[in-house]
């Protein structure tokens, strides 16, 4: 896919699982940040180049470095942020929500790519599971005896002769 997008489909709004990895940033956080969604509904805004370098210094004093790039991380490379990111209109915001550039058709098209990736990745994931075939019931000797003679009988005959 070489081709960017050319209609927006206007502002991507979070789900009840954007804000959970929304709310664990700012767990870990000195205070909450204005740019992360509040509630299912608000707008995913794509970071401003060097955020972290706002975002950082923020860090509670007894939480680790780690935890906070990997719960950003976790928010930054969902799906609906790389399709928030992706749009014609897309604009990187700073710490507080404003927005400050838009995205460069580089950055758009990288997350053009990716969101197609994940979305292509969910549906394999949720296609539907064939369901195993019931168990074949259990049949006495006999029953299988009668079973194979009743279904001979019912077919024309396989001999040459016959």
Excluded: C
């Excluded at 209609?7 to 959970?20: L, M, Y």
């Excluded at 929500?97 to 838009?102: L, M, Q, R």
């Excluded at 296609?127 to 009668?146: D, F, G, N, Y």
Aim: aromatic residues 4%.
């Amino acid at each position: 896919m070489k081709k960017l997008w050319t209609a927006s489909r206007g502002p991507i709004a979070a789900n009840e699982t954007d804000v959970r990895k929304a709310e664990a940033i700012n767990a870990l956080l000195v205070r909450p940040i204005a740019i992360l969604p509040a509630k299912p509904g608000d707008p995913i805004r794509p970071f401003a180049l060097g955020l972290w370098n706002e975002i950082r210094p923020l860090l509670k004093p007894d939480m680790g470095v780690t935890a906070l790039r990997r719960a950003t991380a976790a928010f930054i490379h969902s799906k609906r942020y790389f399709l928030a990111s992706a749009q014609p209109d897309s604009m990187r915001h700073d710490i507080d929500g404003h927005p400050v550039e838009p995205l460069s058709a580089e950055d758009r098209l990288a997350a053009q790519e990716r969101f197609m990736s994940l979305k292509q990745r969910v549906g394999d994931e949720e296609k539907p599971v064939a369901e195993p075939a019931p168990p074949a019931p259990v049949l006495s000797k006999t029953e299988q005896i009668r079973a194979a003679l009743l279904g001979r009988a019912s077919r024309p005959s396989q001999h040459p002769l016959g």
